[in-house]
């Protein structure tokens, strides 16, 4: 809660003196022979409850100042304007993402299980862009449409298994269902990010054609190779690094290699960086007054301490 006029809380500090001008100074002072005696009679009730009318009317004035201070809670909103990025993530999930060449010294993680690490962290970073995610092997799947529901695209990215689309790679045809999925985007930006093991085994579509229509579409192709160099006849030598160098020389992108974690890290990194667009956020607050029920309660307790004053309460001892 801020205030708008603060120093109006000042006349608070009259208060004391407010108090000492209409209670102590206004009762004449009475003489007695023996104080003593009078300690001894009982004390009703109006007596007990005298010292609730400067209450009343202190706490009165207080809410009154409060309310000439203009309470006010901010409500604060921010627009964002941005040139939008479009990306379609393009992840294999062939059977061989299942080999565990990623791992760590604290945790085993095969190829695919690493992607998803990675991927976490890259969706995060995009808060404004539009993601879709798109899963292969013997054919595609698209398991996310272009979206700004970043939850439900991680929800479904954890569902992929190594092998639930075949055992095969159809690198062709998975960069052709991703240029279509971005074919009709208004987007300034258009990028596909494809990660895979391997090499083009399958499908009607070859890679080098599928990375013609996408440059033909204005449509970037980043490349990454997922497999560890010391994996020999595991999968490394499957990697067709001059056909992914291509395809990404093809789309103006560049091609990445990822032989474990940390280096896919660095990937992503590095994609993230070089696919930005400047974001404008324009702050702005709205306030709501809160003046209104602290004059209601400044005006209740001034009438319950005038009502009061009129009865017992009020009488001289």
């Known amino acids: 809660m801020t205030f708008c006029y603060p120093w109006l809380l000042l ?9 000492w001008l209409r209670y102590a100074r206004r009762r004449p002072p009475l003489n007695f022979s023996d104080g003593a005696r009078l300690a001894l009679l009982p004390r009703t009730w109006a007596v007990r409850l005298q010292p609730a009318l400067p209450a009343l009317f202190a706490l009165g004035l207080l809410c009154l100042a409060v309310a000439l201070a203009r309470p006010q809670k901010g409500l604060e909103e ?6 939008a990025v479009d990306i379609v993530l393009l992840v294999d999930v062939s059977p061989s993402m299942s080999i565990p060449d990623f791992s760590t010294p604290l945790r ?5 299980d690493a992607a998803k690490t990675v991927l976490e962290k890259f969706i995060a970073s995009r808060a404004h862009d539009r993601l879709g995610m798109i899963g292969f ?8 449409p272009l979206t700004l529901d970043h939850g439900w695209l991680l929800d479904r990215m954890r569902n992929m298994r190594p092998g639930m689309l075949g055992d095969a790679t159809g690198i062709g045809d998975a960069m052709a269902s991703a240029v279509n999925r971005l074919r009709e985007s208004k987007a300034k930006s258009k990028v596909v990010v494809l990660l895979t093991d391997g090499q083009n085994n399958c499908g009607l579509m ?4 599928a990375a013609q229509a996408a440059k033909a579409l204005g449509i970037k192709i980043y490349t990454v190779g997922a497999s560890s160099r010391t994996a020999r006849g595991v ?3 499957a990697v067709d ?8 020389s093809t789309t103006g992108a560049a091609y990445f290699r990822a032989a474990n974690l940390d280096r896919m890290q660095d990937v992503y990194e590095q994609i993230d960086k070089l696919e930005r667009t400047e974001i404008q956020i324009d702050h702005f607050t709205r306030f709501r007054e809160l003046a209104g029920p602290w004059l209601l309660a400044a005006l209740l307790l001034l009438a319950l301490e005038q009502a009061l004053a009129l009865t017992r309460l009020g009488r001289q001892p």
């Open 78 to 83: 921010s627009r964002v304007r941005t040139e």
């Open 235 to 237: 999968g490394d030598d």
């Open 206 to 209: 070859q890679p080098d054609i």
């Open 241 to 248: 690094e001059a056909a992914l160098k291509r395809i990404a």
């Open 137 to 144: 092997s013997a054919f595609p799947y698209t398991l996310c």
């Open 108 to 112: 085993t993680l095969n190829r695919l």
């Open 11 to 19: 006349v608070a500090l009259l208060i004391p003196a407010v108090l």
